[in-house]
């Protein structure tokens, strides 16, 4: 299978917890995607990646979460000190970010967290 | 600020039947609008996708209309199948200078009736 991974595909922790997800895009892909989906709404951009650098981040990415791109490769997204409110599925994508296709963002299955 | 929205939030159809579902955006820089379709618990998949140049583009049986004088943009779903009870969600990026930030509107569940 080529397409975005993203592990895990859910994960339960308690208020307080830190938690870290993973994301690897598709391999020829140098641009990679961090959204956030709650119940009922669309996906929302939380930050990108060109390759190892984090080029963007939304006002949505408060100081508790970090992502890395470390070999421009795979991606982590950690949130520290889970919230009851950081509830969500979080989502990855990738883009060639070259090219005649390239704004073709390419989806993983995401992962489901719930905060209790 | 909701820079894309769409219409309506739910929508059922008839096998067979047409389905259209709606999408206005304000934001005259964007210049790419693909639409997704999302099944429970996996991620969004592209489906078709249009930029302004042209008026429509026609994938199958899966169609974007694209009016850049009143900024929005529709799918049509032809002869819909129940297969293809999903959530839909337009998007739209600003392709100069890009980041390829997408920006999605709130999506519309479909269900389509044997």
């Known amino acids: 299978d080529t397409g975005v991974s993203q592990d895990p595909r859910h994960k339960i922790t308690k208020r307080g917890q830190n938690v870290t997800f993973r994301c690897d895009p598709i391999s020829e892909h140098n641009r990679l995607y961090w959204y956030r989906q709650t119940l009922g709404q669309g996906p929302e951009f939380l930050t990108y990646f060109q390759n190892e650098a984090q080029l963007e981040k939304s006002r949505l990415l408060s100081d508790r979460f970090s992502a890395e791109r470390p070999k421009g490769s795979f991606s982590t997204l950690e949130i520290q000190r889970t919230e009851q409110g950081d509830s969500a599925m979080y989502l990855c994508?990738?883009?060639?970010?070259?090219?005649?296709?390239?704004?073709?963002?390419?989806f993983g299955q995401g992962t489901r967290l719930t905060v209790v | 600020q909701q820079q894309v929205k769409q219409s309506p939030q739910s929508l059922i159809v008839q096998k067979g039947g047409i389905s259209i579902i709606n999408c206005a955006y304000e934001?005259?820089?964007?210049?790419?609008f693909p639409w997704y379709q999302q099944f429970p618990g996996k991620g969004p998949a592209l489906l078709i996708a249009i930029r302004p140049d042209v008026s429509e583009k026609k994938e199958g049986r899966f169609t974007i209309s694209f009016n850049k004088s009143a900024k929005q943009f529709s799918l049509h779903i032809m002869d819909s199948q129940p297969g293809d009870s999903a959530t839909y969600f337009c998007?739209?990026?600003?392709?100069?200078?890009?980041?390829?930030?997408?920006?999605f509107g709130q999506g519309t569940t479909l269900q389509v009736k044997p």
């Open positions: 994508a990738s883009t060639p970010g070259q090219g005649a296709r390239n704004t073709e963002a390419f």
């Open positions: 998007a739209a990026l600003r392709g100069s200078g890009n980041t390829g930030k997408l920006i």
């Open positions: 934001n005259t820089a964007f210049d790419y």
